[in-house]
């Protein structure tokens, strides 16, 4: 297929442009392949906007005689309009966006097209290996092996191919659990506490069924991870009652009698289509251009968003209290393991972890928890608050393990190497991108799609030291300690970097970003000048000395 | 053996000794090598709730005005009856003498305290803004406050304002508050003033009243007319006009735009904040319980009347050049409210902190915001008590959020005068007029709250605020719609004694630290070049500079500490506290599990560092409320007069 078949009219001129805070331009449209372009050629203050048609979410269009508008709503939240003359023209502009930024095939998005303009210093997509992991890992302790049984994904189709599981436990056996796993899930390493030895897994739920099917291999691997006479937490992500009707349809969870020395904790975090439903409303309401508090706040409490935060924040601390707290071993698991599940065990991490707070860390994170887990972010994030249509996959799961992230953040504002920025970066190129880390539902697919050898990754590009230096937190000093965040009403805040983005000034609090850079720099700059002054004032005195000494 | 709860978790206690002392309520920690002290002046406690006795004892809760709720519990049913009766009456003086101001001596000499009761001076204040001029003039016609004993000896009039339309229009005007000069614009002449609602019932009018706005009006020759905005809901207004009071009527007063802004009055006030603060004492509430009660008690949409007054007030000077007429019933309470947001959006002074100070004194103190009665410093009706000024102190705190680099000072500094406010440590705020403040001799006897903030300013200082920058100058425009301009919950203030709900890194007061040390590098960096100077200069001499690279180290070393923060989970699950941490069929290696467990934990440094986390203790030390030690520490024996914890 050629783009150029759905793009009627490739450009307009005279078109104005209109965004929140910005005073309207006047210039020409061009629809590419992948771009939607205005450019304004004043004289004073040349601008161009580009737009990936894959960052559209939905698109209106009204008349008022033959002055055509079209309203781009984009999936980072953003509403920007268009005033087109010329019915005609109109018409087709947002006939040929609408085409454009809904096609199906994967193969037919702008990473596969994408050329960067950059050198390549390291390529991102072998920059976070989970060899490179266990290495790490066998320097702490000898329990855990690397198994490459699901080479061929055939074990697991979700899973990556290689995995880290307890030593004692061979490829066999975990060919048996992952048929009593939904969707082949079998338990797998998440996380490792040094400071304790403890573990955190994750699966999906087992198979367990009306009639209480067990798993030998099953409960074999997981008391693998305990240590003689401790219990364990299972840490399930949904309430009792859905568990039990999970029964129902063949799934289940562990019961006492097979698993003695675990306890079960039931945690109610919200499946996707609830959450799609929550974010919708919460961006409606960050929409209301009303000036009424009262609708603003009820809407605020009706979208439950702050709600979800709240759940999904204290499961993960509750998961990095029993390993961190309680010394016994975790392991989480929902329905199919591959949404509130890795919320939980990667919050967690950041809680427990200090290295998930530097960039790397953090990176290495997102591609170990989300992406080689299996995160299906191609149907989670096929559209974002303002589509219409009503698919079943979306889900703004990412969405919220970010909000959540950034609300450690503001608790723990000198505890992470990364800023805000970084993570509205992530969830930016989560929903679209000319990267092709987020593309695909899984490893399997992403080696299907070959996204390596045809793709740029993500992490190629942010971990260029120029692109590094604005996600860097000026306040960043390493703190080794376990965070423990308050998860109380009162301390948890909407995101306005994310929800109110495109509807506040955003000069002012940009001023006091630059402010707080500025002064640690020249506290950095200070401190240099005095210490080289120091070094030389002292070499300048022990040669005086030695002078005096002959 | 007192037993101070704490309130987020039942589980944590502490065992203490409980004294009581002519001004302050104070519990010693038993046991523990800190004797960790809380200490609370009567003048704060808001009030004293007697529990029924349970089989530990009985309880007392005692809630403070500055949002501190201590609960107790007394072994002794007497006993606790006994401290209950002695609270009650200690906590409801009768008598001015009896408040601590009167006792409260920092150290300084005269000299020194007629020094600071000098340190705001309005005389002063009204010559920064450029009066008197051709327009305006001061009137010493309530020079024996003859005229209103509620306003202060010198007012700003009109210069075409006489002494008889001066007094015709106060004999219009509720308790005789007649319009007086609030801020003056030097730009464009333009100008707020400030009165009471006139007495103009269906039907009166007053000549002298006319002419008197006229006269506001004639002093703006930008503008042809003024705008007179009434505070109060339109219904509120109306229904006083049955009872001779009410509002302008457009036809009698030439030139005058009307309008009604609807702030709601003393009484709704004081009801929201009471139900907001029934939200804040929730136990574990769920995200809808808050959200849904922090709507319900209607307090941010007050907040925000009264900050929708303050911008429209400003943008009419600032943008339109035409002056303003403030009212409300009385015009001491929403009128100071509105009259201060709106100078503090316009005029870049008042956001420094001597401005900040000086606006107080002017809009609230000079023109009669009757403290006493507002916050109970005296027994007296409740149905006058109302967080007024504490509203107006929160919507400079939701300006700080929206504008982070204008402010001069942080938030400590709105904390801490909301809390002396009611801590009638200093005479400031005491009475009810400065009239009554004068009889009282009131700065002769006791010491002025600016001069010990000014004195601990590099504590109250903003990190970010920078005089060059374009939020420090010139009107701020603060956005409307609550999805532009989000009006939060203040947990800083309102939930303020529990630290365990606030960030647990301090951006201000991490980079307060930076700033120091930036400083202290500054001064090094001078020294060292002239050294170094010197010693190619001169080659010989064999000085040592040790002593300076200790200084560094030791400032590194605050760094850490206050990175280290006290910090231990809260209770995320009711499952976990139930389940026991050991297998009950694992008999003998029980007590070797126990041992591990503890040795985990007492070695575990955020677990022994955690000690002071949730003790709710009075952290006024205006020293360093973070604990971290990462302030200057100026001399320690200076403030232990006040009402501090200090937690050594």
Same mark, same amino acid.
């Given at each position: ?16 442009l209109?965004?929140?805070?910005h005073?309207?331009v006047?210039?020409t449209?061009?629809?590419t392949?992948?771009?939607?372009i205005?450019?304004?050629?004043r004289?004073?203050?040349a601008?161009?906007?580009w ?12 008349f008022?005689?033959s002055l055509?508008?079209i ?8 509403i ?13 502009i ?6 454009l930024?809904?096609?199906d095939s ?6 596969f097209?994408?050329?960067p303009m950059f050198?390549?210093?390291e390529d ?19 329990e855990w092996?690397l198994s490459c ?5 055939s ?6 191919p ?5 030593k ?7 060919r048996?659990?992952a ?5 082949g ?5 998440s996380?490792y506490?040094k400071?304790?030895?403890?573990a955190?897994?994750?699966s ?9 099917r ?7 691997l997981?008391?693998a991870t305990?240590r003689?006479?401790r ?11 859905v ?6 349809k ?7 009698v097979h ?17 799609q439903?929550?974010?919708i409303?919460l ?6 251009q ?6 603003w706040l ?5 979208s ?18 029993c ?8 392991l989480?698991?929902?329905s199919?393991?591959?949404?509130s599940?890795l ?11 200090p ?11 997102i591609?170990r928890e ?7 972010f191609?149907q989670?994030c096929?559209?974002?608050?303002y589509?219409?249509s009503?698919?079943k ?29 970084f993570l ?6 989560a929903?679209a991108s ?8 899984s490893?399997?697919?992403?080696a ?10 993500l992490w ?5 030291p ?10 960043y000093?390493a703190?080794?300690l ?5 998860v ?11 929800f ?5 000034p ?5 001023e006091?970003?630059?402010?707080r850079?500025?002064i ?11 210490n ?6 002292a070499?300048?005195e022990a040669?005086?000395e030695?002078?005096?000494q002959? | ?5 704490d309130?987020?978790s039942s ?5 203490g ?12 920690e038993?046991g ?15 009030s004293i709730e007697k ?7 009985c309880?007392?809760?005692i809630?403070?005005k ?6 107790l ?6 006993d ?9 009456r200690?906590?409801r ?22 020094q600071?009761?000098k340190l705001v ?7 920064r803004m450029?009066?008197?001029n ?6 010493d016609?309530?020079?024996d406050?003859?005229v ?9 009039v ?5 002494a008889?339309i001066?007094?015709?229009?106060s004999?219009f ?8 000069l ?10 707020i ?11 009166a ?10 006269a506001?009006?004639?002093?703006n ?7 007179v905005?009434?505070?109060r ?10 009872a001779g009071?009410g509002?302008e009527n ?22 929201s904040?009471q ?7 929730l ?7 808050f ?5 319900n ?6 907040i ?7 911008i429209f007030?400003a ?5 339109e ?5 403030v ?24 956001r420094t902190?001597?401005?900040?100070m000086?606006?107080?004194e002017?809009?609230?103190?000079s023109f ?11 027994d007296?009706?409740p149905?006058e ?5 504490d509203?107006?102190?929160?919507c ?9 680099c ?6 400590r500094f ?8 009611y801590?009638c440590?200093?005479?400031n705020f005491?009475?009810?007029?400065q009239?009554?403040?004068?009889e009282?001799?009131i700065?002769e006897?006791?010491?002025?709250l ?15 605020y ?14 409307i ?23 647990r ?12 040390e930036t ?6 960096l001078e020294v060292?070049?002239e ?9 010989s001499?064999?000085n ?10 030791k400032?590194?070393?605050l760094?850490?500490?206050?990175n280290s923060? @006290? !910090?231990?989970p $809260?209770e995320?699950s009711?499952?976990?506290? %139930?389940f026991?941490?050991? =297998? ?9 599990l126990?041992?591990?467990q503890?040795?985990l934990?007492?070695?575990?440094p955020d677990?022994? @560092? !955690?000690?002071? $986390?949730e003790?709710g203790?009075e952290?006024? %030390?205006?020293r360093s409320? =973070? ?11 200076k403030?232990?007069?006040e009402a ?5």
């Amino acid at each position: 297929m050629e783009f150029a078949e759905l793009i009627k009219t490739p450009r307009a001129d005279n078109v104005v442009l209109h965004r929140p805070f910005h005073l309207a331009v006047e210039g020409t449209l061009c629809l590419t392949g992948h771009h939607l372009i205005f450019s304004s050629r004043r004289q004073d203050n040349a601008e161009e906007l580009w737009l990936l048609h894959s960052h559209i979410d939905s698109i209106d269009k009204r008349f008022v005689g033959s002055l055509g508008t079209i309203v781009i709503k984009c999936k980072d939240l953003r509403i920007i309009q268009l005033d087109i003359p010329g019915m005609e023209e109109c018409l087709n502009i947002a006939s040929s966006i609408e085409a454009l930024s809904t096609l199906d095939s994967v193969t037919l998005m702008y990473p596969f097209f994408y050329r960067p303009m950059f050198e390549v210093l390291e390529d991102g997509w072998s920059s976070f290996l989970l060899e490179q992991e266990f290495e790490l890992l066998s320097s702490v302790t000898n329990e855990w092996r690397l198994s490459c049984v699901n080479k061929e994904f055939s074990v697991c189709p979700s899973y990556p191919p290689v995995v880290i599981v307890p030593k004692c436990v061979d490829d066999d056996a975990l060919r048996k659990v992952a048929l009593f796993r939904h969707g082949g899930r079998f338990p797998v390493l998440s996380y490792y506490h040094k400071k304790n030895g403890m573990a955190m897994l994750r699966s999906s739920q087992p198979l367990t069924g009306t009639n209480g099917r067990r798993c030998k291999e099953d409960e074999k691997l997981v008391n693998a991870t305990l240590r003689s006479g401790r219990r364990g937490f299972v840490i399930d992500t949904r309430p009792l009652h859905v568990a039990q009707q999970a029964r129902a349809k063949g799934g289940g969870f562990e019961q006492e009698v097979h698993y003695p020395q675990w306890r079960r904790i039931h945690k109610y975090i919200e499946r996707f289509n609830i959450l799609q439903e929550s974010f919708i409303k919460l961006v409606e309401a960050c929409n209301d251009q009303s000036h009424n508090m009262d609708r603003w706040l009820s809407k605020l409490e009706a979208s439950n968003w702050l709600t979800h935060i709240k759940e999904l924040l204290t499961a993960a601390c509750l998961a990095a209290q029993c390993i961190d707290r309680e010394g016994a071993s975790v392991l989480v698991h929902g329905s199919e393991g591959t949404d509130s599940t890795l919320q939980v065990t990667s919050l967690a991490q950041i809680i427990l972890d200090p290295r998930c707070r530097t960039i790397r860390g953090f990176e290495a994170l997102i591609v170990r928890e989300w992406l080689q887990a299996g995160h299906p972010f191609q149907q989670r994030c096929a559209q974002s608050a303002y589509s219409n249509s009503k698919q079943k996959w979306e889900a703004p799961v990412f969405l919220l393990f970010l909000d959540c992230v950034w609300q450690i953040h503001r608790q723990f504002a000198c505890s992470f190497e990364f800023n805000e920025q970084f993570l509205i970066m992530l969830f930016e190129h989560a929903y679209a991108s000319q990267f092709g880390t987020f593309l695909g539902n899984s490893e399997n697919e992403r080696a299907k799609l070959k996204l390596p050898q045809k793709t740029m990754s993500l992490w190629s590009w942010v971990n260029r030291p120029e692109e590094m230096s604005k996600f860097q937190n000026p306040l960043y000093e390493a703190n080794s300690l376990v965070i423990w965040p308050s998860v109380a009403p009162q301390s948890l805040q909407l995101w306005e970097g994310v929800f109110l983005r495109w509807n506040r000034p955003s000069k002012f609090l940009e001023e006091a970003e630059k402010e707080r850079i500025h002064i640690i720099k020249y506290n950095k700059e200070l401190q240099a000048k005095v210490n080289a002054l120091r070094r030389r004032l002292a070499e300048l005195e022990a040669q005086e000395e030695e002078e005096a000494q002959e | 053996n007192v037993r101070l709860l704490d309130r987020l978790s039942s589980r944590r206690a502490v065992v203490g000794t409980l004294y009581l002392t002519a001004t302050h309520v104070i519990f010693v920690e038993n046991g523990s090598e800190t004797r960790k002290e809380t200490w609370v002046l009567h003048s704060q406690i808001s009030s004293i709730e007697k529990q029924a006795t349970t089989a530990t004892g009985c309880p007392l809760l005692i809630r403070c005005k500055n949002f501190q709720v201590i609960q107790l519990v007394i072994p002794q049913e007497r006993d606790c009856h006994d401290v209950y009766i002695s609270l009650i009456r200690l906590a409801r003086p009768v008598k001015y003498e009896e408040l601590y101001c009167f006792s409260f001596n920092p150290k300084l000499d005269k000299k020194e305290r007629e020094q600071g009761w000098k340190l705001v001076d309005l005389n002063e204040e009204y010559n920064r803004m450029g009066v008197p001029n051709n327009y305006w003039q001061i009137s010493d016609v309530n020079r024996d406050y003859g005229v209103c004993d509620s306003y202060p000896t010198e007012v700003y009039v009109p210069k075409s304002a006489t002494a008889h339309i001066i007094v015709g229009s106060s004999k219009f005007r509720s308790r005789r508050r007649f319009p007086a000069l609030s801020y003056y614009c030097k730009s464009n002449n333009a100008s707020i003033c400030r009165s009471s609602q006139p007495l103009s019932g269906f039907s009166a009018r007053c000549l002298e009243d006319e002419q008197m706005l006229q006269a506001i009006r004639k002093a703006n020759p930008g503008s042809d007319f003024i705008y007179v905005v009434d505070t109060r809901p339109k219904l509120n207004a109306m229904a006083n006009r049955a009872a001779g009071k009410g509002y302008e009527n457009e036809d009698n007063y030439s030139n005058i735009k009307f309008q009604f802004i609807g702030i709601e009055n003393i009484h709704v006030m004081r009801n929201s904040l009471q139900k907001m603060l029934e939200v804040c004492e929730l136990k574990s509430p769920s995200m809808s319980d808050f959200l849904w009660g922090l709507e319900n008690s209607g307090w941010l949409k007050h907040i925000k009347a009264i900050m929708d007054a303050g911008i429209f007030i400003a943008k009419a000077v600032a943008e339109e050049g035409v002056s303003v007429l403030v009212h409300c019933s009385d015009g001491w309470d929403r009128t100071a409210q509105v009259c201060s947001v709106a100078s503090l959006l316009l005029d870049p002074y008042y956001r420094t902190m001597k401005g900040f100070m000086v606006l107080i004194e002017k809009d609230w103190v000079s023109f009669g915001h009757k403290f006493n009665h507002r916050y109970g410093n005296l027994d007296g009706d409740p149905k006058e008590i109302s967080p007024v000024i504490d509203q107006f102190i929160e919507c400079v705190w939701q300006l700080m959020e929206q504008f982070p680099c204008a402010f001069e000072f942080n938030e400590r500094f709105l904390i801490h005068i909301q809390h002396h406010i009611y801590s009638c440590q200093f005479g400031n705020f005491l009475c009810n007029s400065q009239k009554e403040r004068r009889e009282l001799k009131i700065k002769e006897r006791t010491y002025s709250l600016w001069a010990h903030l000014w004195k601990n300013r590099a504590d109250y200082l903003n990190p970010l605020y920078r005089p060059d920058h374009s939020q420090s100058q010139g009107t701020l425009h603060p956005q409307i719609a609550p999805c532009n301009f989000l009006y939060k919950f203040w947990s800083g203030m309102y939930n303020r004694f529990e630290k365990g709900l606030h960030p647990r890194q301090s951006v201000t007061d991490y980079l307060m630290a930076v700033k120091e040390e930036t400083q202290q590098l500054e001064e090094e960096l001078e020294v060292l070049q002239e050294r170094l100077a010197n010693l190619q200069k001169s080659q010989s001499g064999n000085n040592k500079v040790k002593s300076k690279q200790q200084d560094q180290s030791k400032q590194f070393g605050l760094y850490t500490s206050n990175n280290s923060l @006290a !910090n231990t989970p $809260q209770e995320y699950s009711n499952d976990l506290k %139930s389940f026991p941490s050991r =297998s009950p069929s694992q008999g003998d290696e029980d007590s070797a599990l126990i041992l591990t467990q503890d040795n985990l934990k007492s070695s575990d440094p955020d677990l022994s @560092a !955690n000690s002071d $986390q949730e003790s709710g203790v009075e952290d006024l %030390s205006c020293r360093s409320p =973070s604990g971290g030690g990462c302030l200057p520490s100026e001399d320690s024996g200076k403030d232990s007069d006040e009402a501090v914890f200090l937690a050594g």
